[in-house]
């Protein structure tokens, strides 16, 4: 059986500890919280079917982790300069490349990402496909909202969603998210 082996990081962020899986070429593979890391594994399993992921902790800082924490501190746009890796299905990997275009701060509803990759009536599927994200916040699955704008599931839990998009809006806009269930 073939092996996949990555490194993982952990780093600490306003909303807790993350967790970065990266490869040697620096692209992310994973991401995800310290209190989800039973679902890092899982995503991982999932995405690289037949192969042995061995992940070996990361002694350094990568190239990701510190674009992460300009992130962080403000710079919303570096995310897009990150480098990804993902297994998935071609369905999967087309929403998540849609979900790469969503502009911070203009949040959109399941329903609208469907249209935008031409599948208007899978809004299922999308809502699958975005819940089997693995790699959150850069793929940014957090910015995909009910129709009637009510923060609906996120794998890292409503308040890091809450943060995330509150993080995102203009600093002129005066509205912020709220939790809606």
Same mark, same amino acid.
């Given at each position: 059986?073939?092996?996949?082996? &990555?490194?993982?990081? $952990? /780093?600490?962020?306003?909303?807790?500890?993350?967790?970065?899986?990266?490869?040697?070429?620096?692209?992310?593979?994973? +991401?995800?919280?310290?209190?989800?890391?039973?679902?890092? =594994?899982? +995503? /991982? *399993?999932? *995405?690289? !079917?037949?192969?042995?992921?061995?992940?070996?902790?990361?002694?350094?800082?990568?190239?990701?982790? &510190?674009?992460?924490?300009?992130?962080?501190?403000?710079? &919303? *746009?570096?995310?897009?300069?990150?480098?990804?890796?993902?297994?998935?299905?071609?369905?999967?990997?087309?929403?998540?490349?849609?979900? $790469?275009?969503?502009?911070?701060?203009?949040?959109?509803?399941?329903?609208?990402?469907?249209? @935008?990759?031409?599948?208007?009536?899978?809004? $299922?599927?999308?809502?699958?496909?975005?819940?089997?994200?693995?790699?959150?916040?850069?793929?940014?699955? =957090? $910015?995909?909202?009910?129709?009637?704008?009510? +923060?609906?599931?996120?794998?890292?839990?409503?308040? !890091?969603? @809450?943060?995330?998009?509150? =993080?995102?809006?203009? @600093?002129?806009?005066?509205?912020?998210?709220?939790? =809606?269930?």
């Amino acid at each position: 059986m073939p092996h996949l082996s &990555l490194l993982m990081e $952990r /780093m600490n962020t306003p909303i807790g500890q993350m967790l970065l899986v990266t490869d040697e070429h620096q692209r992310v593979r994973a +991401l995800d919280w310290q209190d989800h890391e039973d679902r890092l =594994h899982l +995503l /991982m *399993q999932r *995405q690289y !079917r037949g192969d042995t992921v061995i992940l070996n902790t990361h002694s350094g800082t990568s190239p990701a982790a &510190l674009a992460m924490q300009a992130y962080f501190e403000g710079d &919303l *746009q570096i995310i897009d300069t990150i480098a990804i890796a993902t297994g998935g299905t071609d369905f999967q990997r087309t929403v998540w490349k849609a979900l $790469r275009d969503i502009i911070p701060g203009t949040p959109i509803s399941y329903t609208a990402l469907a249209e @935008k990759i031409g599948k208007p009536s899978a809004v $299922r599927a999308v809502g699958l496909a975005n819940g089997a994200n693995p790699v959150g916040i850069i793929v940014p699955c =957090h $910015r995909v909202i009910g129709s009637d704008k009510s +923060l609906t599931g996120y794998g890292g839990g409503l308040e !890091r969603k @809450k943060w995330l998009l509150n =993080h995102e809006l203009p @600093k002129t806009t005066a509205g912020q998210f709220s939790l =809606h269930y």
